[in-house]
């Protein structure tokens, strides 16, 4: 069984950085790759980026990439999305997922174990 929990969301202004932690247990966290999702109030869940198992392979969607990295630390069983140069549309819930198959995805359906989300907020 495994548990995802994240945490470093907040209220934030538009040009600001966030940190999210995504904290694993269960599992070896190093057997599943891992993606970050979010969803605004209204809108489907929205694949945002993904890490290999052993962190050498990244993928972002466009409307984040250059501005967020993630990252992972599996020897502290912990994942990570930094987020800069926030803008309002970043404005949703974001979650951190688990999968087994290596397999690159952005589809929320492939995606194993999931986290409850951690809100993240940026004013204008």
């Known amino acids: 069984q495994v548990q995802l929990v994240e945490s470093g969301g907040g209220l934030v202004q538009t040009g600001s950085s966030l940190r999210l932690s995504c904290a694993a247990s269960?599992?070896?966290?190093?057997?599943?790759?891992m993606g970050w999702f979010r969803q605004a109030p209204g809108k489907e869940r929205e694949f945002v980026a993904y890490?290999?198992?052993?962190?050498?392979?990244?993928i972002y969607a466009d409307s984040v990439k250059g501005r967020f990295t993630i990252s992972r630390a599996n020897a502290r069983n912990t994942g990570y999305l930094q987020m800069n140069s926030l803008k309002p549309e970043d404005t949703a819930v974001y979650s951190c997922?688990?999968?087994?198959?290596?397999?690159?995805?952005?589809?929320?359906?492939?995606?194993?174990?999931w986290g409850q989300g951690t809100q993240v907020t940026v004013s204008s």
């Open positions: 997922a688990g999968k087994i198959s290596g397999r690159v995805s952005a589809d929320p359906k492939e995606y194993d174990y």
């Open positions: 269960g599992r070896t966290f190093g057997s599943y790759v």
């Open positions: 890490i290999s198992n052993r962190g050498y392979t990244t």
